[in-house]
């Protein structure tokens, strides 16, 4: 039997067990009836099955599920020459609005009226749209398919101009008019005037700004007046306030005005108007992620010395907008950055059942069935304008969406399982902020630090199960099919209910996936291994072409390499083709295995601070060192000062050898092990030894012999 019970995804992977075809799923309608199929063998024009006949078919085994993708890019944006990505650009602009014209390109019909139009446009051969085509559906619909190689009066609103020296507008109550007509040259001084006064921090009232306005420009100099030393042009010269209020309403709308007082952030936050919401127009599971970081809320310590606190860890969530399904986290101490992006991105993607009991929790895949890619990422500026964003877009299709800074309203829905999150359960553990007692005299909340990374992990994985598997979701806007299917706003059957009837999740290879995301450096491959981050690894085909014997011969060299900062027992070995050679750490390093990267350094930095400490205590024995070796010169030198010493050099050098012989055996004599009797007395010793020097003939002659040579004869 096939591949029972799992859901059909876009860019899904089936191949045929007669054939060896190899076909990918370009689109599923919202109603799950229809997919169409993509020959990558033969390249045919897609073809349209029914959904339910092609579910029966890989039950049946006519077709089997192939994980890997053999057409799938991974290179890396950072590797692309410029030349490469502008032949990849040309051709995407020529074909990006053809390529998501689904699914009308998918007809023949509809596809020669898309391809008509494409060609009027650009002057590309019908030949040549259709290869590229081809090759974007091959490749599975990335932009990298196309890398070389990769097969009052008068009219409301209207502008008034006078006619003549009579003035325009309104008649005023009282009789003649006030003010004058508004030329050119009094606009020019109205804009000056809010720049100058209004479109600030300062806060003037539009009155105040009107004040200043005249004093700066409608003031001539006069003796009369004693204080400024100034008067007021004929009043029939001036505009009034009225005049200048109606110039600055048609001149600038509600968002300018706010804005430019307030400021933008505030103005985006606080006074815009909310219209929509974060779902609205999102087409099911898959559609558009939310991601965000946050610092956590609680204090942690040292899993290799649990009375250490090193502070607090980042957070990061990964949720469906339409479901409200987490979809991915990761927990780190770096700060918010594309690393912790590219964790949570990598574990959205990931086999959750096996990412759950590396912190020994059982779940099933049912449980948290999220292993894919999104259509689109909504996430914070900083962290999504990295480098490496280019590879997740062109080489897995990802559109990424950046929020406007201090716009957390924009990423409401994960913003929200923040504060959920912290009033679940972190506000309940050890070592949580509490601002209360933050006072002086007031405990230290820090020292209540109980938990390790690990274990807090662990404890929000939990949070995540349940969330995923039992909130209620009591603002959630069900639509009518949901109300019609009672479907709960639990994000678990919000989840499965979308899958069932949308087509927006998209699966790759996890290892594609991760490749596509992980950072990428420069490694060292020394005599003693691949060196990369002070750690040391080793590979079979490091082994096999002998590298690390060529690196102790002609020199160190680098490689490419990728790798994963959240475990660093193994990194990758970047080859041109796209594939990649795992090497894992030097058994002599195992004590570094499945550590993280911030744990590696942070073990490093502790050795370093540890040899600080000691330097001033190495400095003080090393000064007592050279002073005892000093002393020591100190006392030969005098020696040699009282012996007398032949005048000729070669008086002295010329029996060396004997010399050092005559040492040696005198050497030999007082080094000789003597093994005492504990109850005999050193006086007894010594005439003991003198006895047996007289009762062995062959050590008295050896002493005869030795006292001759002493003695120069």
């Known amino acids: 039997m096939g591949d029972k019970m ?13 054939s060896d075809h190899i076909y990918r799923i370009l689109w599923i309608s919202d109603d799950k009836k229809s997919i169409y199929l993509f020959n990558t063998n033969t390249l045919d024009m897609p073809s349209l099955i029914q959904y339910t006949e092609l579910q029966k078919q890989i039950d049946e085994g006519v077709f089997i599920f192939q994980d890997s993708d053999p057409y799938l890019s991974m290179v890396s944006e950072e590797y692309l020459s410029e030349k490469e990505k502008g032949f990849r650009d040309n051709i995407w602009r020529i074909m990006s609005d053809v390529v998501h014209a689904e699914p009308q ?5 509809g596809r020669g009226k898309i391809i008509a139009e494409t060609i009027s446009k650009t002057g590309k051969t019908r030949f040549a749209i259709y290869q590229y085509l081809k090759i974007y559906w091959k490749c599975g619909k990335i932009k990298n398919a196309f890398l070389p190689g990769y097969q009052n009066c008068g009219g409301r609103g209207k502008e008034h101009t006078a006619r003549g020296n009579g003035k325009i507008g309104r008649v005023h109550k009282y009789g003649e008019n006030i003010g004058i007509n508004i030329d050119e040259n009094t606009k020019k001084i109205f804009e000056q005037a809010i720049k100058k006064y209004y479109h600030n ?11 200043y306005m005249i004093r700066d420009y409608a003031k001539i100099p006069s003796q009369s007046n004693k204080i400024s030393g ?9 505009p009034t306030i009225r005049q200048f209020r109606y110039w600055y309403n048609k001149n600038y709308d509600v968002k300018e005005k706010f804005s430019s007082r307030k400021g933008e952030k505030n103005y985006e936050l606080n006074h815009r108007a909310v219209l929509g919401k974060s779902d609205y127009g999102i087409m099911g599971p898959g559609a558009k992620y939310q991601t965000d970081s946050t610092i956590g809320d609680i204090y942690l310590v040292s899993r290799f010395n649990r009375a250490e606190i090193i502070g607090r860890p980042i957070i990061y969530f990964l949720i469906d907008v339409f479901s409200r399904m987490v979809t991915g986290m990761y927990v780190g101490l770096e700060g918010a950055s594309w690393v912790g992006s590219m964790m949570a991105l990598a574990n959205a993607a990931s086999d959750k059942v096996k990412y759950c009991a590396e912190y020994g929790i059982e779940i099933t895949e049912e449980e948290w069935p999220c292993r894919y890619v999104p259509n689109a990422i909504l996430a914070d500026r900083g962290e999504m304008e990295s480098k490496h964003v280019e590879t997740l877009i062109n080489a897995l299709n990802v559109r990424v969406e950046n929020a406007p800074p201090n716009r957390a309203d924009m990423k409401g829905i994960v913003e929200r399982y923040f504060r959920t999150s912290n009033d679940d359960a972190i506000v309940f553990l050890p070592g949580h902020v509490k601002s209360s007692e933050a006072e002086r005299g007031g405990k230290d909340y820090r020292l209540d630090a109980k938990f390790d990374i690990h274990q807090f992990t662990k404890i929000l994985i939990q949070c995540v199960l349940y969330h995923n598997n039992h909130h209620f979701l009591e603002s959630y806007e069900r639509n009518g099919d949901m109300i019609s299917d009672d479907v709960e706003p639990i994000p678990i059957k919000l989840w499965n209910w979308g899958i069932a009837h949308y087509g927006a999740l998209r699966s790759y290879p996890e290892e594609t996936v991760k490749l596509c995301l992980m950072p990428t450096d420069t490694a060292t491959v020394t005599e003693k291994g691949i060196r990369f981050k002070k750690l040391y690894y080793l590979c079979e085909r490091a082994a096999k072409e002998r590298w690390f014997e060529m690196a102790r011969a002609k020199g160190s060299f680098n490689v490419e390499i990728s790798y994963d900062p959240r475990n660093m027992s ?16 030097a058994q002599w390093q ?3 295995i499945n550590m993280c990267l911030d744990e590696i350094n942070y073990l490093h930095e502790k050795e370093k601070l540890a040899q600080r400490k000691n330097a001033p205590k190495e400095m003080i024995k090393k000064i007592d060192l050279l002073t005892e070796i000093d002393n020591v010169i100190a006392e030969a030198e005098a020696m040699a000062r009282q012996t007398a010493v032949p005048k000729s050099k070669t008086a002295r050098t010329g029996n060396i050898r004997e010399n050092r012989r005559n040492e040696k055996e005198l050497n030999r004599h007082e080094e ?8 005999l007395s050193t006086e007894n010793t010594e005439t003991h030894e003198k006895d047996d020097l007289k009762n062995n003939p062959i050590l008295a002659m050896i002493d005869k012999d030795l006292e001759e040579r002493l003695n120069g004869k």
């Open 672 to 679: 000789a092990f003597r093994l005492v009797h504990e109850n």
């Open 570 to 585: 193994a990194i990758y070995v970047r080859n041109s083709d796209g594939t990649f050679d795992r090497c894992f750490l």
């Open 201 to 211: 921090r300062k806060e003037h009232t539009f009155k105040a700004v009107y004040e």
């Open 230 to 238: 100034v008067e007021l042009i004929a009043q029939n010269r001036i």
């Open 105 to 109: 390109i998918f007809d023949k019909h």
């Open 590 to 592: 195992d004590k570094y």
């Open 6 to 18: 799992r859901n059909l995804i876009v860019n899904d992977i089936v191949k045929s067990v007669d």
